[in-house]
């Protein structure tokens, strides 16, 4: 059996503990974070302190680069009988 497979579900070393503390089971359900803390929080990731800052391109880690799948070549024709890849 693999290892993935041994260690799912009811197997899993964190299973059952606060990773699944989800709706009401989550210690922080129904509170708030107050204006001074939204505030720290907020101000802890600015600038340079921010892991992203700076980052651009393939380095950014939303930067996606997509191909269509269903793309087709078309070829281009002038009145001149001219050939061009377009």
């Excluded at 699944?20 to 600038?47: C, L, V």
């Excluded at 800052?53 to 087709?72: K, Y």
């Amino acid at each position: 059996m693999k290892m993935s497979q041994a260690q799912a579900g009811a197997n899993h070393p964190q299973f059952g503990s606060i990773y699944d503390a989800t709706g009401e089971a989550n210690p922080f359900y129904g509170k708030t974070h107050s204006d001074t803390m939204r505030q720290r929080i907020s101000s802890a990731k600015i600038g340079d302190r921010n892991p992203i800052f700076g980052r651009t391109g393939n380095a950014h880690p939303r930067f996606i680069i997509t191909r269509p799948t269903n793309a087709m070549t078309i070829y281009v024709y002038s009145l001149d009988d001219e050939f061009s890849f377009g």
